[in-house]
T-cell receptor
Framework: SQQGEEDPQALSIQEGENATMNCSYK?????LQWYRQNSGRGLVHLIL?????REKHSGRLRVTLDTSKKSSSLLITASRAADTASYFC??????????FGQGTRLTINP | DAGVIQSPRHEVTEMGQEVTLRCKPI?????LFWYRQTMMRGLELLIY????????DSGMPEDRFSAKMPNASFSTLKIQPSEPRDSAVYFC???????????????FGSGTQLSVL
């Protein structure tokens, strides 16, 4: 079974606005990862945040992790049309099983 | 590096036929994962290998599915016999899992779009 889900399931915003996606999980983690999937393509790794980290940045991406609430968020600032994709968080189940949520479908309107 | 290579890119077959999906992981990676993606069930982990050994196949739907990794550079996922409900996109991913560095990021292939008629 999947550990937690992304929220919202779908998000539509105007170009230039910020997009925030959330992810919850149920058991303790070593790290949590965010991936992007463009339509018809494989997933691409964006950011990995470890359990002892609270915030991490990569370009226009900012990921936060709150282990007390068992949640993470992905913020995309100054969104662009090219950011239109599905975004997934991935958590560990067991030793090495990386389990993905259902994802957030992000649409950036020009 | 060419990344994770999957073949074929698309496969259309008739119910009852055998289907073989292939994957070449990134050179130097020691873990390989097979996922299946559908609209209804999202991304499901089917099986994963570490150092060519199957570690967890609990996600394999049933005996019709089998996976092998004869060497570090090649893996197959076989469905025999195939059924319409097997229609999905099948992804292969690889990573390097080292001592103290478990669960590092996965690199995905482009997937195989399987349609069973």
């Amino acid at each position: 079974s999947q550990q937690g889900e992304e929220d919202p399931q779908a998000l539509s915003i105007q170009e230039g606005e910020n997009a925030t996606m959330n992810c919850s999980y149920k058991t303790s983690i070593n790290n949590l990862q965010w991936y992007r999937q463009n339509s018809g393509r494989g997933l691409v790794h964006l950011i990995l945040i470890r359990s002892n980290e609270r915030e991490k940045h990569s370009g226009r991406l900012r990921v936060t992790l709150d282990t007390s609430k068992k949640s993470s968020s992905l913020l995309i600032t100054a969104s662009r049309a090219a950011d239109t994709a599905s975004y997934f968080c991935a958590k560990i189940q067991g030793a090495q099983k990386l389990v993905f949520g259902q994802g957030t479908r992000l649409t950036i309107n020009p | 590096d060419a990344g994770v290579i999957q073949s074929p890119r698309h496969e259309v077959t008739e119910m009852g036929q055998e289907v073989t999906l292939r994957c070449k992981p990134i050179s130097g990676h020691n873990s390989l994962f097979w996922y299946r993606q559908t609209m209804m069930r999202g991304l499901e982990l089917l099986i994963y290998f570490n150092n060519n050994v199957p570690i967890d196949d609990s996600g394999m739907p049933e005996d019709r599915f089998s996976a092998k990794m004869p060497n570090a550079s090649f893996s197959t996922l076989k469905i025999q016999p195939s059924e319409p409900r097997d229609s999905a996109v099948y992804f292969c991913a690889s990573s390097f899992q080292g001592r103290g560095r478990t669960n590092e990021k996965l690199f995905f292939g482009s997937g195989t779009q399987l349609s069973v008629l």
